[in-house]
């Protein structure tokens, strides 16, 4: 490579030397440097480069693609990436999206330092004579500092995730296995580690293919409409396990083909142990993809099946340790097994001895945490950080109980997507992963008609999720959520038109609902600071949120009752979750469901009377309270919405492994199916009954996923 450098008059660089300071904060553009309270501040490079460029161009707006040729020129971006780092300078400045001190946000147009700044450093038209030899040496060491930042350019994300992480393994360089229009997942290596197993899209059902790591363009292995997902490959090579999404249960089969076998009625997930005579699997059937989904939530819990006789054992406890217990994976001596534990406000990665004995915890966080792997010589686990629409891949080192002796270090990311299903090699010398991303837009049906729903939103950009009509009718405001920390409460017509931006700022937003009879729409928003969701109002005038309630910190899915006199939200103690309900202020605090139902997703009826939930007490059910009278069993079932009149909640359901959207009488328990999607992979929320009960607007989730393959390293 030949560096060229760009030759610039000497009092050019002498004028550029100059840093800024705001509060307690210096920008130094030439050393490249944040400082607060004079010392260094941890900030990534793109986002300190991001900082430097609008803080140069305070004077006016600086709109996205004139960041995008500053911050990457020459580089093909997604808008992901300036969202990532106006997310991360914000968290650097303790700054906020919705109140702003310093970077103001202009919906779809770009950002503004508003901050008030001083210069230091700047040279004087005049100076004394006594100061030339110090304009020397400071042009000096300037044009120096010039050239070494251009030489050094393109090491500064390297020593960034040094100073961040720092680790002691090499990152991990993968590439995608081959190129394919098919959602993609779920790889699972080879005995020899020359050919991968995985799941692929055929038509909105879920089918295995082989292919080897050239990159060919895989054999079919499975056909029908059963649908065939989350293979584990068996250590002889000669079979493969799998989950039968329509029938349900694992499932074996021949690498040659033939006839599968059932080998369990419920459960997914298989992890065969290194003998091959028994296989681990999660109690939840859960098959999600998107980047919002859980590997498993409780009750779930890990099982051992004997792969000769068929017998099932529990391996854990539901509630012990906290959390859904999923995606397990062996130690390669057989002792012990890693998993996945998450409800909805925490998850944690576990080991546990194969005797169920000595339960580990090795990393928790209020984010997801997934597909935790024992390496090859069982000293270390991986494990996946997922942040919203990008991941980390982060090791940490165990002994031999499986305690942790170190803090977790990052091996990789993903940006945009999420990392999911991580597989290694047995030498230890691959991974593999699956990269997903999601895409949602919002969809419209005339209740009692036999008209197809038609589509309202499509932002190729923005992710719409949570409708909620207007009082009248005529509008609906939803959540628009873009990749990285940001998303915003958008408003637009009843039909999708003319669309708007509300508020935008970092923090997952979620449960938009349009006040009752107010100008306000509340929404929930997770607080990067606190990491913890937060109940807010954003006035319609002003587009200034504020908090509209306080929750207690394990509290989530917070929504106000019509009067606005009352909150209602899920708490989980101990592992288990339950509903709620206070004052706005947090006084009179009081609980509406035992530990046993694991109830959660409260939805207030239109008098306020009552609450839907969902009931995961022995499935997945919708009760009503306060008199928890059971309105719909089976499948999995998602509350969200009441009609007018409450006669009828509006409920997303999966059942034969499809999502749809349907109702039930709240009198007869009769349910009506509204839609007839049939794809195993897309998903379906958030049905919002119109204020005439004669529409519905929910939301309908696509993922796109691509299998990647790590470069050949020392055996991990």
């Known amino acids: 490579m030949v560096l060229r450098v760009k030759r610039e008059p000497l009092s050019d660089v002498i004028c550029r030397y100059v840093s800024y300071q705001f509060d307690d904060f210096v920008v130094d553009p030439v050393a490249f440097r944040l400082s607060k309270s004079g010392q260094p501040a941890s900030i990534e490079p793109k986002a300190l480069q991001v900082l430097i460029t609008l803080i140069e161009r305070r004077d006016r707006l600086v709109g996205k693609q004139e960041l995008f040729d500053e911050v990457w020129p020459g580089v093909a971006v997604t808008e992901n990436a300036l969202t990532r780092a106006i997310a991360q300078l914000r968290k650097t400045l303790a700054d906020s999206a919705d109140s702003p001190r310093y970077v103001e946000t202009v919906p779809t147009r770009g950002y503004r330092f508003i901050g008030q700044l001083r210069t230091e450093g700047a040279p ?75 799941s692929a899209d055929v038509k909105g059902t879920l089918h295995l293919f082989v292919s080897t790591l050239s990159g060919d363009s895989g054999r079919q292995l499975t056909y029908g409409e059963a649908g065939e997902a989350q293979p584990s490959w068996s250590p002889d090579g000669r079979t493969i396990a799998y989950t039968s999404v329509r029938k349900g249960g694992i499932w074996l089969m021949s690498v040659n083909g033939g006839a599968p076998v059932q080998l369990t009625t419920f459960g997914s997930r298989p992890s065969w142990s290194p003998d091959g005579t028994e296989i ?201 959520v873009a990749a990285g920390n940001e998303s915003g409460i958008w408003v637009a017509d009843a039909n999708g038109m003319n669309p708007k931006a509300l508020t935008i700022g970092p923090g997952l937003k979620q449960y938009v609902r349009w006040a009752k009879r107010d100008w306000n729409i509340f929404y929930s928003a997770w607080s990067v600071d606190e990491h913890r969701p937060v109940l807010y109002r954003v006035s319609l005038i002003t587009g200034r949120p504020e908090v509209a309630g306080t929750l207690p910190e394990d509290a989530s899915a917070p929504t106000i009752s019509p009067d606005l006199r009352a909150l209602a939200f899920n708490r989980t103690i101990g592992g288990l979750t339950s509903v709620w309900v206070s004052a706005p202020d947090g006084s009179s605090l009081r609980r509406l469901t035992d530990d046993a139902d694991l109830a959660r997703f409260p939805v207030w009826s239109p008098s306020g009377k009552y609450l839907a939930v969902q009931l995961r007490r022995g499935g997945s059910s919708i009760a009503i309270l306060p008199d928890r009278k059971v309105l719909v069993t089976g499948g999995e079932n998602w509350p969200h919405s009441w009609s007018s009149d409450e006669k009828e909640i509006a409920f997303a359901s999966r059942r034969d492994g499809v999502w749809n959207v349907w109702t039930v009488n709240v009198s007869t328990g009769q349910m009506r199916k509204l839609t007839d999607f049939t794809s195993t992979t897309n998903w379906v929320r958030t049905p919002s009954w119109s204020p005439d009960s004669k529409r519905i607007v929910f939301e309908v989730g696509a993922p796109r996923g691509k299998l990647w393959i790590s470069e050949p390293r020392v055996a991990q």
């Open 124 to 198: 004087s038209s005049v100076r004394p004579a006594s100061d030339k030899k110090k304009i020397v040496v400071i042009a000096i060491l300037a044009a120096a500092l010039v050239v070494s930042a251009l030489l050094i350019d393109h090491f500064k994300e390297k020593v960034k995730l040094l100073k961040a992480s720092t680790f002691v393994p090499p990152p991990i360089a993968a590439r995608p296995l081959h190129s394919s229009e098919k959602f993609e997942v779920s790889p699972s290596f080879s005995p020899d580690g020359a050919s991968i197993v995985y």
């Open 280 to 480: 681990a699997f999660q109690s939840a059937e859960d098959i999600e993809y998107g980047w919002n989904a859980y590997e498993a939530l409780p009750p779930s819990t890990i099982w051992i099946v004997n792969v000769a006789s068929g017998k099932v054992v529990p391996l854990t406890m539901a509630a012990r340790p906290p959390g859904g217990h999923g995606a397990p994976s062996w130690r390669r001596d057989g002792k012990r097994i890693a998993f996945s534990s998450c409800d909805h406000e925490r998850c944690r990665i576990f080991t546990i001895a194969r005797d169920s004995s000595g339960v580990t915890l090795l990393a928790t966080d209020s984010r997801r945490l997934a597909s935790p792997v024992f390496a090859a010589d069982g000293r270390t686990v991986y494990f996946v950080l997922s942040l919203y629409n990008e991941s980390l891949l982060l090791s940490i080192s165990v002994d031999a109980d499986g305690k942790a002796t170190d803090g977790p270090k990052r091996l990789g990311e993903s940006n945009p997507g999420v990392i999911q299903h991580v597989s290694l090699s047995l030498d230890g010398h691959r991974f593999a992963w699956s990269v997903v991303e999601e895409k949602s837009d919002l969809f419209a049906i005339d209740v009692g008609s036999n008209h197809p729903p038609t589509q309202l939103t499509e932002n190729p950009t923005l992710s719409a999720t949570f409708p909620s009509f207007s009082p009248d009718g005529e509008k609906i405001a939803y959540c628009a």
